[in-house]
């Protein structure tokens, strides 16, 4: 069954689809018949693969999982001709990063990146197993991000299959501690990113609305020990420091830290204070969330918290700031903005639609760390799904595999041929 279908391609052609992808002769010169067929025929192993991956359960730190799945990722990048590396995390989160290497006959150098850890722990894979409901593949993961490590590794399967070779170097990196913030691999992922010329990120994309993201907060937290001196509640309280209500104070003097309109917030998320309900706490925490959308605003909002910190309530409690660094922002550069472009129009190119988004997202992506080198980087090049961080309804569209197949390879070819 034929449908016309109006992209926004190159040259605004419109592109007679034939079971969702392009005739060539009435497609943009650029548009690939022979990739769009191997692409579509690339679906059932790539849905295989899923089912592979999500029935290894590589949860958060979990070293039993991350070793399986470590050893599955250096087997398929082995039999796709790379040269496999393994690196152990900085901070000893269990698993080794993977990294495998394809070297070939051209000049550029592209770093592809996925993540093999989830946020669903040991045994959650029993109560939701992989399935298949019509359109969509279920599983812990499987969109987040294992869809994107099989359209990486599939990807390559495709280039193999027609030889294609004219890029300098293909690096994949597969890291074990993306959903824990990537201390362990991001200095990995920041010396990779700066030795290749290209970086494409494959998170998942919205189901709802697929989309290039060029924007996603910077990330730390910030903890305040407030320390005041103990003595009984009810027989001479005025003899304590009492630091819950220190806390309490420090958090109203710091309310006006957050500010939407600059992409700045800043929110008080957990407390703790005391021993016992008749003593006056000598010891209170509070930990606060801090998200900005510009790298220079972190350094400003810490200084605005430790001075609000010393305009005390009670003058002799003490109070200390410590703010741990997560991810920086990302804010694509203008070469991140134009693969982006270019990435919308290929994909147009086989009926699909996507949106390249100014919107910032409040979370971070390993992406962050990639742009740190400087170089062009692009994320959201996983597969299109929905219920990320969900108790069992995490799913991929199955009709997306073969367009993100053919983005991935096309990606790839036109970057290592300079088009």
Known sequence: MRRLILTAAALGAAVLVSSGCGDSAA??????????????SQQAPTVAMLEALVNIESGPGDA?????????????????????????????????????????????????????DTVYPRGF??????????????????????????????????????????YGTLTVLFNTDEETGSFGSRELIQSLSASHDYVLSHEPSAASQESFGLATSGIAHATATIRGRASHAGVAPELGVNALTEAAALILRTQDIDNKDREIRFNWTLASAGSASNAIPAVATLTADMRYGRNQDLDAITAMLN??????????????????RG??????????????????????????????????????????????SGKPVLEGMGLPGAGYHTNADEYIMIDAIPRRLYLGARMIMDLSLGR
């Open 327 to 372: 991810r920086p922002a990302f804010n694509a550069s203008e070469g991140g903005q134009a693969l982006a472009a270019r990435g919308q129009s290929i994909y147009n190119e086989v009926g699909g639609r996507i949106e390249i988004s100014n919107v910032r997202i409040g979370g971070g992506s390993d992406a962050a760390y990639a742009a740190l």
């Open 307 to 324: 001075e609000r910190a010393q305009q005390k309530r009670l003058p002799e409690a003490e109070i200390t700031i410590d703010v741990l």
């Open 64 to 116: 039993v999982g991350l070793a399986q799945m470590g050893d599955y990722l250096a087997g398929q990048l082995v039999a796709l001709g790379a040269t496999v590396t393994r690196h152990k995390a900085a901070d000893g989160t269990p698993g080794d990063n993977i990294v495998g290497t394809l070297r070939g006959t051209g000049t550029r150098h592209i770093l592809l990146m996925a993540h093999m």
């Open 125 to 166: 894979l029993k109560d939701a197993p992989f399935r298949v409901d019509g359109n969509r593949a279920y599983g812990p993961g499987i969109a987040d991000d294992k869809g994107g490590i099989a359209v990486i590794l599939n990807t390559l399967a495709l280039l193999n299959a027609r030889s294609f070779r004219e």
């Open 27 to 40: 497609a943009p010169a650029t548009y690939d018949s022979a990739l769009d067929t191997a692409s579509r």
